[in-house]
C-alpha cells in the first residue's frame, strides 16, 4: 500500500516564509516582522480553506500585532545594536494568561456554536494562546518562548490530522527555534 501526503506549494512557501521570519525574531532582527506579515497573510488564506477559522481569524490579529511589534522593537532600547529583552513581571504574565483563558472562552463559544470549524474549541484556544504569545514577542518578553513551545507541540498534533503536512513540519521546527528563542534572549545576543 502506498501512501503519499499531499503537497500544497503555497503551504510549502508559506511554511518557508514563517520559518525564516521565526529565524529572525530569535535573533531580534526588525526584518521579522515584515516578512511576518507575508506569512500571516497567506496562513489565512491556508486555515479558512482547512476549516480552522479561528487560526484563519488569528492571522489578521497576528498582522496588527506584528506592525505593532515592528513599531515597538523599532522604538525600543538598544544593546549592542539590539532590542533590550525584558524578563516581564508576574502581573504582566498573569494578565496574559487571563487573557488567553477569556479569548479562549469567548472564540471557542463562538466557533463551536456559529460555525462549522474543525476543532472549534481546541484551535480556539490555541488561537488565543498564540495571540498572548505573539504580544509577549512584541513587547520582548522573554516568556513568549516558552508559550510558544507549549502552543506549538499541540499546534502539531492539530495539523498533521488536519491533513497540513508542511506546516505540521513547520511547527515542529518552530518548537526547536522556540528553544533556541528561549536560550539566545536569555543571553541577550543572538548566535
Same mark, same amino acid.
Given at each position: ?34 516578512? &511576518? ?6 496562513? +489565512?488564506?491556508?486555515? /479558512?480553506?482547512?476549516? !480552522?477559522?479561528?487560526?484563519? %481569524? *488569528? ?65 480556539? &484556544? ?6 498572548? +504569545?505573539?504580544?509577549? /514577542?512584541?513587547?520582548? !518578553?522573554?516568556?513568549?518562548? %516558552? *508559550? ?44
Amino acid at each position: 500500500m502506498d501512501f503519499e501526503l499531499p503537497v500544497d506549494p503555497f503551504e510549502i512557501a508559506a511554511a518557508a516564509i514563517s520559518l525564516v521570519a521565526v529565524w529572525w525574531t530569535t535573533r531580534r532582527d526588525l526584518l521579522c516582522w515584515p516578512i &511576518g506579515i507575508v506569512s500571516v497573510l497567506m496562513y +489565512a488564506a491556508i486555515y /479558512a480553506r482547512a476549516h !480552522l477559522y479561528s487560526d484563519a %481569524l *488569528l492571522q489578521f490579529v497576528f498582522g496588527a500585532f506584528l506592525v505593532y511589534g515592528w513599531w515597538h522593537w523599532w522604538r525600543a532600547p538598544r544593546e549592542q545594536g539590539l532590542p533590550v529583552v525584558v524578563p516581564g513581571g508576574r502581573r504582566e504574565l498573569v494578565l496574559g494568561i487571563c487573557g488567553g483563558l477569556a479569548g479562549w472562552a469567548v472564540l471557542g463559544w463562538f466557533m463551536s456554536r456559529h460555525t462549522d470549524a474543525d476543532f472549534a474549541w481546541l484551535d480556539a &484556544g490555541l488561537a488565543a494562546f498564540s495571540l498572548v +504569545a505573539q504580544f509577549w /514577542a512584541a513587547r520582548l !518578553l522573554r516568556a513568549n518562548w %516558552l *508559550l510558544w513551545i507549549a502552543v506549538d507541540v499541540i499546534y502539531v498534533g492539530m495539523y498533521a490530522v488536519k491533513g497540513l503536512p508542511a506546516t505540521a513540519v513547520l511547527y515542529a521546527v518552530f518548537i526547536v527555534l522556540a528553544v533556541r528563542g528561549w536560550r539566545e534572549w536569555g543571553r541577550g545576543t543572538p548566535a
